[in-house]
């Protein structure tokens, strides 16, 4: 009997802790691809509090520079498959230099090229609050006129004629006529003889270097001097124009690896 | 042998219970559903409660985030200090209401119900989701002037905001959503539906003479833009007024940037109109008399004047009688006397005690900084049960000033009085009544 007690107990025992185990999932191999944003004042590295200076000579100071990254899509050459990753949002934050890795979990094995979007799309602009990177707490969105701020740059310059020479663009605005967030299309690399892109042979993992630019938000497409427009706190033209810039300012780095 | 048995009967229970509680993933969350009711012949609500399911839990929390000073810079200012349920929770008497470190709003506060039917907020319609409503008031530097990480901290910090919200939803874990799904909780509860005019409508009661002339006289001249049973369209209007010099406000401009919106305001709401005046966006009209003898005489046509008061509203000295007479049916005393929305404070102990009680309680915390607000406070309850009586706007005027007088010099005497009897006591009632 007292055999069978430690019997059944044993028995319990082990079915109770099989409980906690996941049931078996068979995982399909996946890779990790890692992100990362290099954020640059041309070719140089960006650091805050250091002195930059802008097409139109105008020097200044970064004291912010945050963006959002969403709706990221990888496509593979050989399948032609493509893998999203809906309601992942970043916040790419160049004062946290966590932020500015992206780690995602993939089964494609061969990597050609990346799209995603600056901003936050327009549904999570009229669904209420969010949580996560989107919560309203990271400073990022308009409580007056509800909306993401899509990205923002901060900073000071003699140029700004503005109280302590601040200047200081929040981009954003999800309505017809002034959508701010962009998609953004990047083809990967030819690394020395290989194909293009990042290949998998077995589990494993890669990295996609993204620079983004901010010389680019001054006159990539418009020219928007510091001295002529230091403020840009609504939704309307000059977020436009200024997302316009801003969608050109990613390119693919071919210096990492 | 009997010995094993039991040890095994003993196993066989304890690993039972611990089989039963591994089904169920958070033991000891459970909440109670709160039902929403939509009154009949309403239209259905545009407040997604999918997303938010209305429970007891939630809702309580709601209201303590509602009357919760902490939410606001200095602590001074929770959202119950400019929406004052005898106001129908706009602020009484107020045409702007009173912010953080004397400033003072650009708009006039308004009265707070049927909040689950509206899909834009504020005047402008600039806010797209009632979520994301408390968050302008919150953060606005003429408002509760805080920033929503320091709320949230605040929050973090109290051991009974982590009770409440582990029994709202799960966990303690307090972010933004979850405290404005909770305010949204308790907000769209505000029905006001049991005004006398619904009474009518439902065949429980009826209009006397007067109303009846005014329900006739608002439907041929009213109904368009007030439309029943909200009393509101939702709509942008621009209803003949010019622009204020010092605010400079152009309303649903501000939000579209386009011109043919400018000076165009959210239409609103009738009901209970009685308690919610001064009017307008910028509270420039004091009494239903003057909106009135705005619409007939005082319209200031421009470029975007609604078609429908371009050329005035035709109304007689009788007719205004007859229009005051039928809004002041839409009063509903059972929305605005409602203990469900009521400080909790209040409801759970006699309210004039209290009130000096938390008047001694704010003197020790702070001196003289809350004597004035509380006795404006007893003032514009003196000033509701003797004025709304009457409509002659000097008397008003007067009665208050009186008011206010007696309120300060008698009060300053029984506080006094109190502080010495109660000075013990304070302490713990103190207690008591902010552990709430």
């Known amino acids: 009997m007292n055999r069978n007690i430690v019997f059944i107990a044993a028995i319990l025992l082990v079915a109770r802790f099989n409980s906690f185990a996941q049931p078996g999932k068979i995982i399909s191999a996946k890779h990790t691809v890692s992100i990362t944003f290099h954020n640059k004042a041309g070719d140089a590295d960006l650091h805050l509090d250091s002195s930059c200076t802008n097409p139109f000579g105008e020097i200044f100071i970064v004291k912010q520079f945050k963006y959002y990254i969403s709706n990221i899509r990888l496509r593979d050459d050989d399948t032609k498959k493509t893998e999203s990753f809906p309601g992942k949002y970043f916040l790419i934050d160049q004062a946290d230099s966590s932020s500015k890795i992206i780690l995602l979990s993939t089964s494609l094995k061969h990597i050609i090229s990346i799209e995603f979007m600056l901003g936050v799309d327009s549904l999570k602009n009229v669904s209420g609050i969010q949580t996560g990177s989107l919560d309203p707490a990271k400073g990022m969105f308009w409580t007056w006129n509800t909306g993401y701020v899509m990205a923002k740059l901060e900073g000071t310059s003699a140029a700004a004629n503005t109280p302590q020479h601040s200047f200081s663009w929040h981009v954003g605005g999800y309505k017809k006529g002034e959508a701010t967030a962009r998609m953004i299309y990047l083809k990967l690399p030819v690394i020395s003889n290989q194909a293009p892109g990042i290949r998998y042979q077995q589990p494993g993992s890669g990295t996609i270097n993204i620079n983004a630019d901010i010389l680019k938000w001054f006159n990539a497409l418009h020219e928007i001097k510091i001295a002529g427009q230091p403020f840009c706190h609504q939704p309307g033209a000059l977020a436009v124009s200024l997302a316009d810039n801003y969608s050109a300012m990613f390119t693919v780095s071919y210096n990492h690896e | ?436």
Request: hydrophobic content about 40%; overall charge positive; charged content about 20%.
């Open chain 2, 1 to 436: 042998m009997k010995l094993s048995r039991a040890i095994l009967f003993v196993l066989l229970f304890i690993f039972c219970g611990v089989f039963f509680m591994s089904f169920n993933n958070s033991p000891g969350f459970k909440t109670t559903p709160l039902k929403f009711i939509v009154p009949k012949g309403w239209p259905q609500p545009v407040y997604d409660f999918k997303n938010n399911p209305l429970t007891k839990q939630g809702f309580e929390l709601g209201r303590k985030l509602f009357y919760d000073g902490r939410l606001s810079r200095d602590g001074n200012f929770s959202c119950a200090s400019c929406h004052q349920q005898f106001a129908a929770f706009a602020t009484y008497d107020h045409n702007l209401s009173h912010g953080f470190n004397n400033s003072v709003t650009r708009r006039n506060a308004p009265g707070l119900f049927n909040l689950a039917w509206q899909k834009e907020f504020m005047w402008d319609g600039g806010i797209n989701h009632l979520d994301a409503q408390p968050l302008a008031p919150i953060t606005d530097t003429t408002e509760m002037a805080e920033s929503i990480e320091n709320v949230l901290k605040k929050l973090n910090a109290d051991p009974q905001y982590k009770k409440m919200f582990t029994a709202a939803f799960g966990d303690a874990t307090i972010n933004t959503q979850r405290m404005t799904k909770a305010l949204s909780q308790f907000l769209v509860m505000m029905v006001s539906s049991n005004s006398k005019y619904d009474r009518v409508m439902r065949g429980q009661d009826s209009f006397n003479l007067p109303q009846q002339l005014g329900y006739d006289i608002f439907r041929q001249k009213c109904i368009t833009c007030h439309q029943p049973p909200l009393f509101t369209d939702f709509s942008y209007r621009n209803t003949g007024i010019a622009v204020e010099d010092f605010l400079q406000d152009y309303g649903r401009m501000k939000i579209t940037r386009n011109a043919a919106d400018s000076l165009k305001f959210k239409v609103p709401s009738l009901r209970n109109a009685q308690v919610t005046f001064p009017y307008g966006h910028d509270g420039r009209f004091y009494s239903l008399l003057d909106v009135l003898n705005h619409y007939r005489n005082g319209v200031v046509n421009g470029p975007t004047t609604d078609s429908i008061v371009k050329n005035k509203i035709p109304l007689s000295n009788f007719e205004i009688g007859q229009l005051q007479a039928f809004i002041y049916t839409l009063t509903d005393s059972s929305f605005l006397n409602d203990p469900r929305f009521a400080h909790r404070v209040l409801k759970t102990a006699h309210r004039s005690h209290l009130h000096s009680m938390s008047i001694i309680i704010n003197i020790n915390k702070n001196s003289e900084k809350f004597l004035v607000p509380a006795l404006n406070h007893w003032a514009a309850f003196l000033h509701r049960t003797l004025v709304l009586q009457t409509n002659y706007k000097h008397s008003a005027i007067l009665i208050s000033i009186i008011g206010i007088c007696l309120c300060s010099a008698g009060n300053h005497q029984i506080i006094y009085a109190n502080m010495r009897r109660q000075r013990s006591t304070v302490k713990h009632c103190a207690g008591n009544i902010f552990s709430r």
